[in-house]
């Protein structure tokens, strides 16, 4: 019983990703450099200042997803600790792809700005 | 378990595993680089990571991949939840595979009957078989060799038309008589079969009606059992009734002529020894003895050739009216239900089981359903997590219905194994007759597409439908639900209940069917036909086919019936050439003086040749005039004994002794009127008979004996006593009457056999699923009953809780089932006997039954739920 309210409390405090927009960070994370799934779930949480929470539930099956799209490469190497992982890099077709979801994001973002901080005397004009 | 092997997916499974444990690695080391021990470092990494395999499912969902890959592991996925489960994989395979068994096996004795009429023959769906006049089963046969003649050739819309006429006959010439079925058939035969001779050749039209030297194909069995197989066996001489015929061929294996159901051994010509002469140059009487098939012409339907023929026919009506007086019209019917031989009532019977066993799969999938569905519920939790993971809809439905698909193929796996065996029961229902029957279920291609077809339909019924329910739950609400609410919202309450309707409503027909089959079985068998059956004794002597004279054979008559009287045990024995209730009889179109017949009204009587004390032996009573005497014989005027039936028809209101009536072109007088008895089948509409002398026309020789005691006691004195007249004497059939009668109600027993396993198979799934669902509503309510009690309701309030909604759920479903059980026996009135489609008593004492089964079937949890502790059932969630 306990562990399970423990569990609805994460829930609650996380933010939930935008539906579609966990591609466009995972590859805005590739852009600065291959990084392996750790990687990407630790670089999103630091550079989000902690509200970023990534599920490894979501993240790989996105990697994955991404991969074969074409959109990600991976390939086996070491990381400075000597731990051998798979590193993503984003291939040309994935940052045209990062650019058209910058891009569709921008407006999402700038059309709910419209709705959300509407002032009076526009809407009336 | 490699179900199904690919390097890619090994290959990929086992990066997506190391890659995850790279993950878990890098988190554990940046936790104890932070200070944690390391032991807890790894429990949270790991609490943190999640549930590592159902990552893993999801993940190798976004692999796509080939069709098959994905296909492979969902199979995969499906196969695991299963083992997870073995309780409900088990049950759920062994209910699909009884059901689909059942499909299968009425399936197979239609394949091996209906669909396989002519075995060895070529496109058996363009071949008709040809009646004349009134439409009947067994039938005789309706043509005379001119007849069949003119219509052969005067067709045009047949490829060909071929005629035969079957009867035993000896083989003599070897160490041991043996006793065979020989068929006359026209030299086209094999030709319009389209069959091609083993060895040697088959016959050539000039052979038809005189060959130069009587010759004769062999079977494929007969060559294999009697001659060894001997190769070089077309060119010998071997000897049939005492007359030595030329081997010219062998027909392939499998092939038994073109009766269904009946086995021909050898084959010869129409007239092969040119005695029958009389018989192929006249058009009526005892010149009608074909049977007639014919192979439609490319594009060419039945009404279309059934026209033709009738024109034909028509003019030769008109040609030779005397010859063709009463019914001449011409009736086509497809080989899977022609009314000679066995298909007319294979016809009548096996689609209805087949219909039968359609409902016990429907029933089997309800049942099915009901569990998967159970376990979907309780799988709610696990289903949810994996949609919001990003496992789409259509995904976690394919996973779900491959579960049932892949029940429904091991289910399909174990019929096919079972009915390799139950396929070949059929032959179970048919006992020893007085004709050589095959008949028996197969095992072909067809069969085993039939079983696919089945399996992969109960399949989709059984997986489909929780699947789609259970995907319709919205995710987020599963997941934020309580416990005590898992039992599945009112939606699924509603399909739950509703798949338990349907069991009861499905099963409630088949016990009806069922029931309302044995009691006309029951009826059948306390059936007075009219005539003792229980003291007699009956053998026939192959007299006719061993090739005595005509004036030995009444001889031998004459001695046998002397022979066996004065055995001590024996009542009464007399002579007779037919055996009632045996599924046969004989036919011919008799000409009373002075009647005028309604137009198309069929002049056909029955007529059996009995010799003197023949109703005094079957205790059928002379209503009027005399029994035959011992001085009706040859030289005497020919004489008649007439059934109530025929002196009805014929001579309404009037005397009929001394009338007379033409048979044979023959005048006949009628001495004795009577009673009537049965001919064929308990049930039948009376057909007029008539009883000749048989010492005037008697051919083969039936003894018949009344004994003291049981029949079967006076068998081998029979034997002997025969024998020490002739010991080269063929007897064979030797058995008490009731033996033979039993034949006419084979079929009866086929349907109230069948019909009852069918019904009691349902009766069980019935009992099972409300039992089942009542059982698990009441354990998923567990906590609430154990506050109703806590806070002061009585036992009685609980039972009367649980007990309500079972016996809600059964009345419903008896309502439903009554409706469609009482609209379905009209479909099986033809075959009652003795009681009505609607009998209330059947009616009520199958709900009864039902009713009182499901209350059992209800009690049961309701009994466990109120014998709970309380303060268990509280904590317990």
Redo the contacts between chains.
């Keep these: 019983m306990s562990t399970s309210m423990n569990e609805k409390d994460q829930y609650k405090n996380r933010i939930e990703l935008l539906q579609g927009t966990l591609d466009m960070l995972i590859l805005q994370t590739l852009q600065w450099g291959p990084q ?4 990407i779930v ?1 670089a999103l949480r630091l550079r989000s200042g902690d509200v970023l929470q990534v ?4 993240l ?3 990697l ?2 991404l991969e ?1 799209q074409r959109w990600v490469q991976s390939e ?1 190497k070491q ?1 400075e ?1 000597k ?4 590193y993503y890099r984003i291939t040309a077709k994935g940052k045209k792809q990062l650019a058209s979801d910058l891009d569709r994001w921008q407006q999402i973002v700038e059309a709910i700005g419209l709705v959300m901080y509407v002032k009076p005397e526009e809407s009336a004009s | 378990m490699k179900w199904f092997p690919s390097f890619g997916f090994q290959r990929r499974n086992r990066e997506l595993k190391e890659e995850i444990d790279a993950h878990l690695q890098m988190a554990i080391a940046d936790r104890v680089a932070r200070g944690e021990t390391e032991e807890t470092a790894r429990q949270a990494a790991t609490r943190e990571f999640g549930n590592i395999a159902l990552v893993q499912d999801v993940t190798r969902q976004m692999w796509g991949g080939s069709w098959f890959e994905q296909l492979g592991r969902d199979v995969r996925y499906a196969l695991r939840q299963l083992r997870k489960n073995p309780g409900f994989a088990i049950t759920a395979t062994a209910m699909l595979a009884v059901a689909i068994c059942a499909n299968s096996t009425v399936f197979s004795w239609i394949d091996g009957t209906m669909l396989r009429p002519i075995p060895g023959a070529r496109d058996t769906g363009d071949l008709v078989s040809l009646q004349r006049g009134e439409r009947n089963f067994s039938p005789t046969p309706p043509f005379s060799y001119l007849d069949y003649r003119d219509l052969r050739e005067q067709n045009h819309t047949f490829t060909g038309i071929l005629a035969y006429h079957h009867d035993w006959i000896t083989l003599t010439g070897g160490a041991q008589p043996e006793r065979v079925y020989i068929a006359n058939v026209s030299a086209n035969y094999f030709d319009v079969l389209g069959i091609k001779p083993m060895l040697g050749r088959f016959f050539l039209p000039e052979e038809e009606t005189r060959p130069a030297i009587p010759n004769v194909v062999l079977s494929y069995s007969l060559w294999k059992t009697r001659y060894a197989a001997d190769p070089a066996i077309v060119g010998k001489s071997i000897e049939i009734a005492r007359h030595p015929v030329t081997v010219i061929g062998v027909a392939p294996e499998g092939v038994v002529g073109a009766m269904p159901g009946i086995r021909e051994d050898l084959w010869v010509t129409l007239d092969p020894l040119g005695t029958d002469a009389w018989r192929l140059t006249h058009r009526s009487g005892g010149a009608v003895w074909l049977n007639v098939i014919g192979r439609l012409r490319l594009g060419v339907s039945r009404g279309q050739a059934a026209q033709d023929l009738d024109t034909v026919m028509r003019s030769i009506v008109a040609a030779y009216p005397d010859q063709h007086l009463g019914d001449n019209r011409i009736t086509l019917d497809p080989m899977w239900r022609s009314p000679f031989g066995a298909n007319g009532y294979m016809a009548a019977t096996l689609p209805i089981l087949l219909a039968f066993a359609a409902v016990v799969l429907l029933l089997t999938c309800a049942n099915v359903a009901t569990l998967s569905l159970v376990r979907f519920v309780s799988r709610r939790r696990e289903l949810a997590i994996r949609q919001s993971l990003g496992a789409n809809r259509i995904q976690l439905m394919r996973q779900m219905v491959l579960e049932g698909v892949v029940l429904s193929i091991v289910a399909g796996a174990v019929a096919l194994a079972l009915t390799t065996w139950t396929s070949k029961t059929f032959a179970w229902f048919f006992r020893a007759s007085s004709s050589p029957t095959t008949l028996n279920g197969s095992m072909d291609h067809n069969v085993v597409i039939g079983i696919a077809v089945f399996s992969l339909l109960a399949g989709m019924l059984c997986g489909a439908l929780p699947a789609w329910r259970s995907s319709h739950a919205p995710a987020v609400e599963v997941l934020k639900a309580e416990s005590a609410s898992i039992s599945g919202g009112s939606r699924n309450r509603k399909l739950l209940s509703g798949l338990v309707v349907a069991q009861i409503a499905l099963s409630l027909p088949l016990l009806l069917c069922s029931g309302l089959l044995l009691r006309t079985l029951r009826n059948l068998a306390g059936a007075n036909p009219g005539f003792e059956q229980d003291h007699i004794l009956t053998a026939t002597v192959g007299l006719n086919i061993a090739g005595y004279s005509d004036g030995e054979v009444q001889l031998i008559r004459h001695k046998i019936l002397d022979r066996v009287s004065a055995l001590p045990g024996v009542k009464v024995a007399s002579l007779t050439d037919w055996i009632p209730m045996t599924l046969g009889h004989k036919g011919e179109d008799a000409y009373p003086e002075e009647y005028v017949p309604h137009p198309h009204e069929s002049l056909q009587v029955y007529h059996a040749e009995v010799a003197p004390r023949y109703f005094e032996s079957l205790h059928i009573p002379i209503l009027e005039g005399r029994e035959f005497t011992p001085d009706d014989d040859e030289k005497a005027p020919r004489v008649l004994i007439v059934d109530q039936t025929a002196a009805r028809r014929y001579w309404p209101g009037q005397n009929p002794l001394g009338k007379r009536l033409r048979l044979w072109g023959r005048l006949f007088t009628v001495v004795g009127v009577a009673r009537n008895s049965t001919h064929m089948f308990v049930n039948e509409s009376p057909e007029p008979m008539v009883y000749m002398s048989f010492f005037q026309e008697g051919y083969e020789t039936i003894l018949q004996v009344e004994t003291e005691g049981n029949p079967v006691y006076l068998v081998p004195e029979v034997e002997n006593a025969i024998h020490e007249i002739d010991t080269r004497l063929p007897v064979f059939d030797v058995r008490p009457m009731r033996e033979s009668t039993q034949l006419a109600s084979s079929f009866a027993v086929i349907q109230s056999a069948l019909a009852g396993m069918f019904a009691l198979i349902g009766l069980v799934l019935a009992v099972t699923g409300i039992y089942g669902v009542v059982a698990y509503r009441t354990q998923m309510r567990t906590h609430e009953i154990g506050l109703r009690v806590a806070l002061g309701a009585s036992r009685v309030d609980v039972l009367r809780l649980v007990l309500l909604q079972g016996l809600w759920l059964t009345g419903i479903g008896l309502a439903l089932g009554l409706a469609f059980g009482l609209g379905l026996t009209r479909f099986i009135a033809r075959l009652l006997y003795g009681i009505g489609a609607n009998d209330p008593v059947t009616v009520v004492s199958v709900i009864m039954l039902l009713g009182t089964m499901s209350l059992v079937a209800c009690y049961l949890p309701a009994h466990r739920a109120i014998r709970r502790n309380p303060v268990t059932a509280i904590r317990e969630l």
């Design positions: 392996h799934g750790y990687g630790q599920e490894t539930g979501s790989y099956p996105a994955h997803r074969r086996w990381s600790s731990q051998k992982a798979r």
